[in-house]
């Protein structure tokens, strides 16, 4: 049955694909009440009084954070909803803030993906109908037609792929479609990542249908697009509430506030994200006259300080104020091993519903990021160096020497004025307390392993080292995917300099969670591939952990701290100071800036404890279960902290070198429709401005 209306076809396909949806939402509000009642703690808060007053803390200390806020301060104090774009960035750029770009890390950017159904459907047929059930390219009776364009990162419910299934089959389609392919003959290192035939994906605002002129500051908010994300997923919400904080504080998107999307699923050899980030910084330098402070986030900061390579000296000298780098994985993740040995169940809630083992499986083969944050060789490159070794020397101290102990007082006291202790000073002494009421030692320590002598993985008894060697011999053995190209990723990370932890060339603030125990080496009693074969998940038996953020441990953010204040200390063309900011940790809190008169600097390297979320009342404990990896950027603690951050004194009242001088109100909006990253590789210029690329956003038709 047909019935033709304006001389277009419809079919009772519409109405019965409306059947089938109200179906899946039935069984997805099924599931949903499994997860409340029995998923894991960190899914599912009822019948857990404890995590559900810490979550409610940690969101209470959120919307103090807001409410605390000193709206407009940027601007001013001048009400921004009665300003023009215009007069909004005039009054930035006289009072006293620094423009921001911001770099999200793994999984952090909305991926929109565009079908050409019919090379899809020819090229790859047995994706197109076996395994993700689409039947023709044209709307039939009894055809199921993909759309035009899908949000692929992440799918929604009803979606033939999405990652909340209990099909594995679902999973098979989701994996099919995101996977890449490598052409390691092709000279552009750009352009060596496709997508598969009848796919192109990338990031969410940078289509046709989505294009929205928010800069694409809303592909890196609410990942998971669903009513009860923050059940699901805590840290979802978070790029948006950091932008939030900062739109009320009188930052614009797309002028002072420049978040980058990109696509994850690259390496940071290839992924034209570097070029994403100095556009950016560039941007909004040459509209502000101001220096930029960069925020990266956890992969976020490889991709800048690769970005950072990019710019010479004197650039960074004029053009950046500060790097705060946030749980970054200077060093890897033994999470990325895990994920390529046995899985990432994380992606599974309620034991039943997620991305199975068939959609994870093209992740770990293609996906050439994975091999940017397996467990580097760091430590091996610099074994013998004096800041290395003091490093390394001191965390076996620590386990040694029990600060609380007699013993350990007298051999702490002499060890903190030694020769000894040379190149560590700015790190206080196990003497001193750092932290109260957390599961972790109240002392102020490293909580690193020497990851020499910890190797990532035993199997079997079998060591294996994060030297490339080994690495090569355990991914090729043990990975639940076949590693064909792993070579040639292997060759990509080394071009990419990322294990060399080469110095940024700009002042640093490095800050990092300590109190969870995180792993650095996983130990199987069995081959994992025995079990990934048949389609399961494995987990390690037994873990040797540090301290950490239960993704990234403690040594990846203070090895790379320890080697650039090094480098500082010892005058080295290009290096500045740095300040490693422990969150939670309530010693020696304060100012950033050591420098307060005029625009506000750092001077030298130091340790600072900062606020968080999780911190308990006097008196009471906390396990600090929603200070996590990914979710610093949503802590309302270190969210404060960081508007303190961008507080820089860095006024610029006559408008020196501001570029929006010269520009009209209407010619500002333009810009921040106009911008798009098409022409990434090739900065526009408009009024003697480069600028960034994110913001393509179609103008209406005027009508004649």
């Known amino acids: ?38 998923g894991d703690q960190h899914t599912s808060l009822r019948g ?130 995101f996977k890449l392919i490598y052409d390691p003959n092709e000279e552009d290192q750009h352009k060596r990542f496709r997508d598969s035939d009848g796919l192109k994906i990338t990031w969410l605002g940078n289509t046709d249908e989505t294009r929205d002129g928010t800069c694409g500051a809303r592909a890196s908010e609410d990942i998971l697009d669903v009513p009860f994300q923050e059940k699901l997923c805590p840290s979802c919400p978070a790029m948006r509430d950091m932008r939030q904080y900062f739109e009320s504080l009188g930052y614009q998107v797309g002028l002072t506030y420049q978040n980058v999307p990109y696509d994850f699923r690259i390496g940071v050899n290839n992924n034209v994200a570097k070029q994403s980030v100095l556009n950016s910084i560039r941007h909004v330098y040459n509209i502000t006259g101001k ?43 033994t999470k990325a091993l895990r994920s390529a040995l046995g899985g990432n169940p994380d992606f599974i809630h309620g034991s039943y519903f997620g991305l199975h083992i068939e959609g994870q499986r093209p992740m770990v083969e293609t996906h050439s990021v994975l091999v940017d944050l397996l467990p580097s060789f760091s430590f091996h490159l ?25 013993e350990g007082k007298s051999f702490w006291s002499n060890y903190t004025n030694s020769e000894e202790n040379n190149h560590l000073k700015w790190f206080p002494s196990p003497t001193e307390k750092c932290f109260e009421g957390f599961g972790r030692s109240s002392s102020c320590m490293l909580l690193i392993n020497d990851m020499i002598k910890t190797p990532s993985a035993m199997i079997n008894t079998q060591m294996f080292s994060n030297e490339v060697r080994d690495m090569n011999a355990l991914l090729r053995i043990y990975s639940l995917g076949k590693m064909d190209v792993l070579d040639h990723y292997m060759k990509e990370r080394n071009e990419s300099r990322v294990p060399w932890l080469e110095n940024p060339g700009v002042p640093v603030a490095i800050a990092y969670y300590s109190h969870h125990n995180t792993a650095t080496q996983l130990i199987y009693d069995r081959d994992p591939k025995s079990v990934t074969d048949g389609g399961a998940f494995t987990s390690p038996d037994r873990e040797v952990v540090s301290g950490g953020d239960r993704v990234v441990p403690n040594s990846g953010p203070l090895f790379a701290a320890s080697k650039w204040a090094y480098e500082f200390d010892q005058k080295l063309p290009g290096a500045k100071p740095v300040k490693v900011l422990e969150v939670c940790s309530h010693h020696n809190e304060g100012s950033l800036y050591d420098q307060q008169d005029g625009r506000k600097t750092i001077q030298y390297n130091s340790y600072m404890g900062v606020p968080c979320s999780c911190r308990p009342a006097p008196g009471q404990h906390s396990d600090g279960e929603f200070c996590l990896h990914a979710t610093m950027v949503r802590d309302g603690g270190f969210l404060q902290f960081l508007g303190k951050v961008v507080d820089s004194n860095d006024k610029n009242p006559t408008f020196t070198n501001a570029g929006f001088a010269g520009m009209t109100n209407e010619q500002l909006n333009d810009l921040v429709w106009r911008l798009s990253l098409i022409h990434i590789s090739e900065p526009t210029r408009l009024l003697s401005i480069s600028y960034a690329v ?11």
């Not at 019935?3 to 069984?27: C, D, I, P, Q």
């Not at 800048?304 to 000298?317: G, H, N, P, R, V």
């Not at 994110?694 to 004649?704: A, E």
């Open 382 to 406: 610099y074994e013998s160096e004096p800041w290395a070794r003091e490093l390394v020397r001191r965390a076996e101290y620590e386990k040694k020497y029990d600060p609380g102990s007699e």
């Open 694 to 704: 994110f913001c393509l956003k179609k103008k209406k038709q005027s009508k004649k």
């Open 291 to 333: 220096k930029v402070v960069i925020a990266g986030h956890s992969l976020g900061n490889l991709v800048t300080l690769a970005s950072l390579k990019k710019m010479d000296q004197a650039e960074k000298d004029e053009k950046i104020a500060l790097l705060i780098s946030m749980a970054a994985p200077f060093t890897g993740s």
């Open 48 to 177: 857990m009084d404890k995590l559900e007053v810490e979550f409610l803390e940690f969101k209470s200390r959120l919307q103090d954070a807001f409410q605390n806020m000193p709206e407009n301060y940027c601007i001013n104090g001048k009400d921004r909803n009665s300003l023009s774009t215009k007069e909004k960035l005039a009054e930035f750029v006289a009072g006293p803030c620094s423009p921001m770009v911001v770099v999200p890390g793994l999984q952090s950017t909305r991926l929109r993906m565009k079908i050409d159904c019919q090379v899809l459907k020819e090229r790859q047929p047995d994706l197109f109908h076996d395994r993700c059930g689409w039947t023709d390219c044209e709307n039939g009776l009894f055809s199921f037609t993909p759309q035009s364009e899908y949000t692929i990162w992440v799918p929604r419910l009803h979606d033939r792929f999405s990652i909340l299934s209990l099909s594995h089959k679902t999973s098979s389609c989701f994996g099919g479609l």
């Open 1 to 38: 049955y047909q019935r033709r209306v304006h001389g277009e076809s419809f079919y009772w396909m519409t109405n019965r694909r409306k059947l089938v949806a109200t179906v899946a939402l039935t069984l997805l509000f099924a599931a949903v009440a499994v997860l409340y009642w029995h």
